[in-house]
Each structure stands twice: as C-alpha cells, then as structure tokens.
C-alpha cells in the first residue's frame, strides 16, 4: 500500500514498486475482460490539472480513473482561469472547495506538486503527471511494468537488466524518474547523450555515462529513446536535427546491432525520423504501443492504492 | 544626556559612557558606582551601529514590499545605524531627483541613515550611463553605483562606469552574473539541481565577471565592490586581485554564510535567492575569506518580498530574502561561535569597514568622546527564535523562520537619539 501522494519515484520503496507492479497486473487482467469497469473508486472525484498539454498523459488517467468508476474533472489551464493569471494557489484552492479526492497535476515548473502537496492549498492526494525537468514517476512505473512483462515475467525484480537511455537526459523528466525507479529494482543502467544534455552533476547518479550510442547499443537489453525537443537546437545543444539523429538516433543500421532479445521503448510522442526511425518504432522488437497500455493498469494501480479502493478480491 | 554603565566594548574594555546631543560626550573606565537613570549595561555589549551597503527598500514602486519607513525600522531593529537603499526600484533611482526622494524620506524616517545607491545605466538597461555626477552632486551626495539585481555585463559600460566616478571617489558595486550563462538560471548548478531538475545557475557565471572586472578595475585604476559573493572560487579571485594590489573590496551575505542549496529540495521559494544558495564548501569558503579579511563586509542584501511572491510554485516565486533584522545573530553564529572572528573583527566587517567604503563618516567610528553617537547595546548571550511575523520589515521572506540565534539587540542610539529600547521601537513623534 502507498499513501499520500506520489511526487517522485524516490518516495516508493522497492517493495512498494513492486506491489503496485503486481496490482497493475491484476487490474490489467481484469480490464482486459468483457467487462472493463471496476466499482472500487465510485463517489471518488479525480482531477486531472494540466498546466501543459499532454493528451496522452492525461487520456490514460482519465482512462485509469474511469476504469475504477471515479468522477474524473479534467482542467486544462488553456482558456481557464489560469490564463487570466490565476495562481496555482487560488486553482488548488478552488479544486479543494469543489471536494476533489486526487489531484493529478502536469505542470511546467519542477517541484509544483510537491509545493501542491506540502502547502495547506489543498487536502487531496497529489500525484505527479511531469513537473517542469524533474519526474514522471508514473511513466517510470509503466516502463518498469513492461520491461518486467518482456525481460522478466517470472521473477521478483529487474536485476541484471541492462537499459541504455539514450537522448536530452538534462531535460528529461521520464529520464530521472526511471534513473530512480529502475535501478531500485535492480535494473543497471547506462545514459548516452551529448554531453551538452548531460546535466553537470550526472556524476553523482548511479549510472554509467557514454556519449558514444554505438559502443554501447549491442551490450544492452532494453534500449528507451527521449524524445528531443526541436527548440534545443535554436539553443546550440547541437548542430542540427540531421547531425543529432546521425550520432543519436535509433536507425535501422543500430537496431540491427541489438542483443535478440531486446526491446525498444519510447515515451511519446515520438519525431520519427529524428531520435527514431520508423523502421526501429514499428519493429517487432519496439515495445512503444505496450507502454501506452501497461500506462492505464499502472495508473489505475496508482490511483487504486493512494485512494483506498476496497480490495481487489470483493471487486470481482 | 544618557548614561550607559558597565558596557563590555568589543575589545573587552568594559566602560560607561555618556550621550549628548548627538555625540558622545564621554567614555570612561567603569567606575562601579550607579548613576541615577543610566542603563546598566552589566553583562551587555556596547558597539558601533551596524552598516549596510546593500539593501533593498522598495519605494518608490513597489511599498507593498517595503517603504523607506517600514525598512528603516527593520534596520533599527536589526542594529543598523546606516543602511545602503539599491537602485532598482520603480522608478529606478538613476535621477538625482529619484535619489534625493529616498533621501528625504530616509530623514523623514529618523530611525538611520538611508544612503541611496544611484544606478549605473539608466532604467539598469546596462546600456546607457545614468546621470552619475547629478546623483553624485545631490543633496543625497551617492558615492555608490550599482545596477544590483543586473549585472553591468557589457564590458565597455563597465570600463566607462569605473573611470566615470573617478571624479568624486566613487565605486562601482557589481552583481557578478553572466547573463547568458544564466538564462533562466532557478539555483546553484550542481548535484542538487540535477537531481531535481531546477536550471543551474554556475559558479563560474559570478567568477568570470569578477575576474573581468578585477582586472578592468586594475586597467584603469578604479574602486570596484563586488556585490554578494557567494563561491569559494570567487574568493581566491578576490585573494589574488587583492595581493596584485587591485582597488577591490567585496561582501557577503549573511545567507550565504549560513544555507546551502540542498534546502532547496523541497521547492519552497522561500530559499530562492539571487545569487542562489551553494554548496558547503563555497560557506566554508566565504567564512574563512572573511575572517581572512579577503571579502571586506558583511551586507544584508535585504531583499523583501509580499506573501504571494513566495506563497507559489518555484518558478512564480521572486528571488530574495529580509536579512535586517537577522544578519547580526547570523554573523555571531557563523563567524563568533565557530571562534573564526573575534568581536572586534565582526565590528570591523559590519560597521567600521562598510562605512570606510561608502564614505559616511557619521558612521562606523570609535566609541569616544566628540564622535557621533551611533551605538548598539546587545545581549550576546541571548537566543531568540526566529518568527517571521514579529520582523518589522513588511515583508516576511526570512528563511530562518524557526530557526534559534544568538544575541539580541537590546538599545540602539541613532545620532544620539534611542530608536530601539529594550528591544522594542520607541515610538517617534
């Protein structure tokens, strides 16, 4: 059981992380049936409060929430109040006042759900959908979920997995989660980017660092490619767009060096033919569509455990 | 006429001493004997009234932060006999006009000297030179020119400021940013922002301005202060500029001696400060540099801002902190109790050395007979916890809320006049 909030992938403990791997499962199980729908979070009010867009994020909370039976409040601050220059105080407060049990938050400055969750704005269970540069910690919990239903069905954890993580790791929410999460459970993993999207400081983090994809891509089990922002370019992170995706793209040519049995992961949305091309996303190694599904049973599993459902058993 | 009996001085005399007027009309080896009406001073500390050369009083533009009223007794309070109001406020005080008003309202205030700090380019756009002999020829005679919150980055600008107040012995304040290494910059770049994904802001942005302008400072033989050092590398330029003979004189902060950036873990703004909060070993630094003497002065960079500007998410948040009411028991701490300074070195780095660097020579004297009486009485034994609501600054964004400090401030003399008795404000007519 988790309570509270989930703000980063350090607040879950080993044995947390896999427990609410194992609920996802079941959850996932279930859904996969006739019936999707569980009863377990009816009269629960879910607000899904993104300061950013994100459709896929916020579809599969939705989704997740639905599932359950909660009443779910989508708030996206485009054309809210928020544009007319409503503080996240006076936002919270007002979701507060409106009787919401979980605020699921996106937002563009790192650390605002923690803020939302250690400030008295408001009573509900925060989860963080991206803060800013910082976490995604449910994304990190989707791709340890598919990395385990992949590479380790049977077993407890991800030990001796190899994950290359490859791409704007200084800017990468998904990256420092999944740095946290992953080697928690055991996994090793090794970064590969530019050195100018290397945050100063990747030294004290317990990963390998190479800025040279091709050494490293035939010595991994799962390779995960970060999706790379155009604008970092306009910004000298490197040359071009053609010169990246030369050095740090996943091509056809790459992908031919990988082990037999790895897989390739993506958090979307994807610039094909920039970090990835199509050949390598629509590979029958690539497990990118499993990640959008397994995102649903982790986030109901989230959901699920911070809000208290009746236990799986009585539900069925 | 006041007596004060039995003060302990900070090189350990302990004397009585009287008040007239405005001056001290007497200093004298403690006789032991009582004297009707005086304030015992048993046990206490006699010192000259503290000096800031870098404070931030909001007005004009932006009293809902502070005024020169409402700043000047935080001042008060905190034991400054003279205080430094910086540039940027709205207007900017790049006019003898705008200075002059600060000026006047510092005397309306009566409770310490407010010296404005003029600017050095017009609207801090770091581009033009603002009308530096006009301030300097002002009633409110500014010696000091800062663009504090920006720094003179253009190097050219920087060269023509420095030789420009040559004129009058002026000094040109830095705030050492680089601007480009700093787009954007939340808090010091290293482990801690890489964890929690905050943009860095590099040491090396406030060391590569110092060294240009050291040496542009050498080139042309000019005063240069920097402003608010907070980096071990920082120091050992400042070490090196120093030993070449260089006109340099630098400050620190009382926050910077104390917080690391590791407080900013939890995103609360209200350890978000330009420049940010580093690591231990930049304080370890910053302590031994001022005891060393290499950075000259302690200076509040008393920074206030309303509730909202804190009450937010980090990236809303303003940068800055209140420092007043603080920096006394801060240095005691860091400086005093870790036997890095003695009294009198604190005197010198918080009173005497500042007031030798702007020139106010009503300020940081000797205690003795015909110098004005700008003196504290503290209680250096005292603790006091920290509530932010009980600060008399308007604003509140301390980030020592809670915390438990050493000495108080019981009495404070401003020109002869007590502002502060018994550690409460006399009310002023």
Known sequence: MISGHLLSAADLSKEQALNLLATAKELAQITDGPNKKLPTLRGKTIVNLFFEDSTRTRISFETAAKRLSADVINFSAKGSSVSKGESLKDTAQTLQAMGADAVVIRHGSSGAAKRLADTQWIQAAVINAGDGTHEHPTQALLDAFTIKQHLRPGSKDLSGIKVLIVGDILHSRVARSNILLLTKLGAELTLVAPPTLLPVGVSDWPVKVSYDFDSEISKCDVVMMLRIQLERMADSFFPSAQEYSRRYGLNSARLSKLAKNAIVMHPGPMNRGLEISAESADDLKSVIIDQVKNGVAVRMAVLYELLGGAPLGDSK | ?429
Request: hydrophobic residues 40%; contains cysteine.
């Open chain 2, 1 to 429: 006429m006041i007596n004060i009996i039995n003060a302990k001085l900070a090189n350990g005399d302990v004397v009585d001493v009287q008040i007239n007027g405005e001056l001290i009309s007497k200093v004298s080896t403690a006789a032991g004997t009582k004297i009707k009406k005086a304030i015992d001073a048993t046990g206490k500390m006699l010192l000259p009234g503290l000096v800031d050369l870098h404070t931030h009083l909001r007005e004009p533009g932006q009293e809902d932060a502070e005024t020169v009223l409402t700043g000047s007794k935080s001042a008060a309070a905190g034991g400054f006999t003279a205080i430094s109001s910086m540039a940027n406020t709205n207007p900017v005080a790049d006019t003898a006009g705008v200075v002059e008003q600060i000026y006047r309202l510092g005397k309306a205030a009566g409770l310490c000297d407010v010296n404005p700090i003029g600017a050095v380019t017009k609207g801090l756009d770091g581009e033009k030179l603002s009308e530096i002999g006009a301030m300097a020829d002002s009633i409110a005679k500014v010696r000091i020119f800062s663009d504090d919150g920006k720094c003179v980055s253009d190097p050219l600008i920087m060269r023509r400021a420095l030789e420009y107040v040559k004129t009058f012995n002026g000094i040109i304040a830095q705030h050492a940013q680089e601007p480009r290494l700093t787009v954007d910059a939340q808090m010091n770049e290293g482990s801690v922002s890489a964890r929690i994904g905050l943009k860095g802001w590099p040491a090396i942005a406030e060391e590569a301005i110092i060294a240009r302008d050291i040496l542009l400072a050498e080139h042309v033989q000019s005063r240069l202060h920097i402003c608010h050092v907070t980096t071990a590398g920082g120091v050992d330029l400042i070490r090196w500029a120093k030993a070449r003979g260089i006109q340099v004189t630098a400050e620190v902060t009382p926050h910077h001696l104390l917080l690391t950036d590791d407080l900013v873990e939890n995103y609360d703004p209200i350890y978000k400060v330009n420049p940010p909060l580093r690591t231990q070993k930049d304080v370890m630094a910053l302590r031994e540099g001022l005891a060393e003497g290499i950075i000259d002065i302690v200076a509040t960079d008393h920074a206030p801002h309303p509730t909202e500007d804190k009450d937010c998410e980090w990236h809303s948040a303003a940068f800055g902190m209140v420092g007043l009411e603080t920096a006394l028991s801060v240095v005691v701490k860091t400086m005093i109790e870790s036997k890095l300074m003695s009294w009198s070195d604190l005197v010198n780095r918080m009173s005497i050395k500042p007031a030798k660097i702007a020139g106010y020579q009503q300020q940081g004297q000797e205690i003795a007979a015909n110098q004005p009486a700008n003196l504290i009485l503290i209680d250096p034994a005292a603790t006091w916890q920290v509530n932010p609501k009980s600060l008399h600054s308007k604003s509140k964004n301390t980030p020592f809320g809670g915390m438990e400090l050493p000495t108080t401030v019981i009495d404070v003399f401003y020109n002869g006049k007590q502002v502060v008795a018994n550690r409460k404000l006399v009310d002023q007519e």
